[in-house]
């Protein structure tokens, strides 16, 4: 996933970034030429099953993802993931069941007075990656996630996640290891947006309370304010990817929190057979005014196919899954990009 701001996908990301971005375009090229991207999706993926990216930052900041092991002469694997089925996870609030007419993951009627909705301030929008994380609803998913989960009320500090990004980054496939690159800290100005969901993973999310929106500090381990309790959520989350059919939807609501949808966006619940979204409100000039507002949209039906993302405790997986592509193609390919 990017990050898009004023257009300029590339003003965040490296050219080590850069050369994975061009790696990930090309086996979508490749899967688009051998048959439909769709039907190569569900060819690798399960339905009702959360997969996620493997890899995580040390203790030293290093950044090392294992793609897996490529087999040419076997069975041509491309990338291993994490994998958990959705039905051994339980539901976070005791009673909610996929059959209840109405769900709202964060409340429907406080939603305009929750930390999470109110307004970026010119000091925050003055910070670009406080404000790219807003428009691109990783602010919104990580604090109605955590309010949803937690019962918190906070405004995620997308400042003190970039405190927790990697120093040096490695990417290893059979056999293969690429050199240690040094990785850039994070400002306000340039980050790698991949890197987020393993900044989550290693250190959480603190509140903007603790850690303002409005500059990358030093030291991103106490608040800035001393009369704020330094307190992390969502320690060990990762994005994990799923796919399914309207049910499936529904179970990430009730026992993960707030899923991303490439069909709706970010949907915060239900209500009969409308979806309840969360969108950034845009009045009728097409001006932003950096919030949240909620939305409504139809339901499929039962047959429709859905996929999205959630963030959820990586550590639930225990097994792997191995996506299958043709390794004679990617091999000379992957090499290149690392």
Known sequence: MLIFIDEKPYKYISKAGQHRLAFNKFLIL???????????????????????????????????????????????????????????IKPYRKGTAITDKTFYSVPFDGFADLKTTKTLNASELSCYATYGLHQNYQLAQLGYGIKAVED?????????????????ECYKYSGYESPTVPVSAATCDTFEYDHIEFAVHKGGVVSSECIPNTAVPSD?????????????????????????????????????????TYEHGLIMGWNDDKWITVREYIDSQ???????????????????????????????????????????????????FL
């Open 220 to 260: 991103g381990t106490k608040c800035s304010d001393s009369s704020v309790k330094f307190k992390k959520y969502f320690e060990n989350y990762k994005q994990a990817g799923f796919r399914g059919n309207v049910d499936t939807v529904k179970e990430v609501l009730i026992k993960c929190g707030l899923p991303y």
């Open 30 to 88: 490749f899967a688009i030429s051998t048959l439909s991207l769709g039907q190569w999706f569900e060819d690798q993926f399960e339905n009702n099953t959360l997969y996620y990216n493997k890899g995580k930052i040390d203790k030293n900041g290093l950044l090392l993802v294992d793609y897996g092991k490529i087999n040419q002469s076997d069975t041509k694997t491309l990338y291993q993931y994490s994998s958990y089925p959705l039905s051994k």
């Open 152 to 168: 918190v009320d906070l405004a995620p500090s997308a400042t003190c996640i970039m405190t927790n990004f990697p120093t040096s």
């Open 286 to 336: 097409g001006l932003r005014s950096y919030t949240y507002v909620l939305g409504v949209a139809q339901m499929e039906g039962a047959s429709s196919s859905l996929s999205g993302w959630v963030f959820h405790n990586s550590v639930t997986s225990i097994r792997t899954a191995v996506s299958v592509i043709a390794a004679a193609v990617v091999l000379p390919a992957l090499a290149l």
